[in-house]
T-cell receptor, first 115, second 111 residues
Framework: NAGVTQTPKFQVLKTGQSMTLQCAQD?????MYWYRQDPGMGLRLIYY???????DKGEVPNGYNVSRLNKREFSLRLESAAPSQTSVYFC??????????????FGEGSWLTVV | RKEVEQDPGPFNVPEGATVAFNCTYS??????FFWYRQDCRKEPKLLMS???SGNEDGRFTAQLNRASQYISLLIRDSKLSDSATYLC????????????FGKGTTLSVSS
């Protein structure tokens, strides 16, 4: 019953460091997403992948890159971390894209602090 | 105008109360509507989908008004365990675009 698994759960980075958040789903879903959640801002879409082999920018893509490694895995990379990227990051997946009305399932979140 | 707007609350109600949350969305082409629930420091989880005819799941009733671009969630007989943040969610304006989340309405139910 793993669902969506993301790692690490907590991470502290220094400004300028790079890191990759890993995400994997075991539900055979086509679509995967990365959101960030900040106090007072709600959940904002960073990048999404409608299907294996495709990725698209969301609302706040600057400073991030993604890789849809295969159908199961969708990673998020911070090339040069900045304090403004301090946030909670959620990976999510759904069977098809949002237009289809499919339920979206979230991982437990990754708490990232950039100092 | 923001894509999905909700009253942030907090709504503080006693057990047994009925409480209603409202949400407006800006994209008239949106086709999918949901309410998600998020507990403190946890991930959002689907509470219920919202259908054009309205739908009910136990103590929860969701309504959609496409003409007014308005969604509502009614919780009857509130329980302490209903305390959470409720997120109004609609799909974006491009086919296949991920869901757009409102900032959420916080509910606190007290005994």
């Amino acid at each position: 019953n793993a669902g969506v698994t993301q790692t690490p759960k907590f991470q502290v980075l220094k400004t300028g460091q790079s890191m990759t958040l890993q995400c994997a789903q075991d539900m055979n879903h086509n679509s995967m997403y990365w959101y960030r959640q900040d106090p007072g801002m709600g959940l904002r879409l960073i990048y999404y992948s409608a299907s294996e082999g495709t990725t698209d920018k969301g609302e706040v893509p600057n400073g991030y890159n993604v890789s849809r490694l295969n159908k199961r895995e969708f990673s998020l990379r911070l090339e040069s971390a900045a304090p403004s990227q301090t946030s909670v990051y959620f990976c999510a997946s759904s069977a098809q894209g949002a237009q289809s009305g499919n339920t979206i399932y979230f991982g437990e979140g990754s708490w990232l602090t950039v100092v | 105008r923001k894509e999905v707007e909700q009253d942030p609350g907090p709504f503080n109600v006693p057990e047994g109360a009925t409480v209603a949350f409202n949400c407006t969305y800006s994209n008239s082409a949106s086709q999918s509507f949901f309410w998600y629930r998020q507990d403190c420091r946890k991930e959002p989880k689907l509470l219920m989908s919202v259908y054009s005819s309205g739908n009910e799941d136990g103590r929860f009733t969701a309504q959609l008004n496409r003409a007014s671009q308005y969604i509502s969630l009614l919780i009857r007989d509130s329980k302490l365990s209903d305390s959470a943040t409720y997120l109004c969610v609609v799909n974006g304006d491009q086919a296949g675009t991920a869901l757009i989340f409102g900032k959420g309405t916080t509910l606190s139910v007290s005994s």
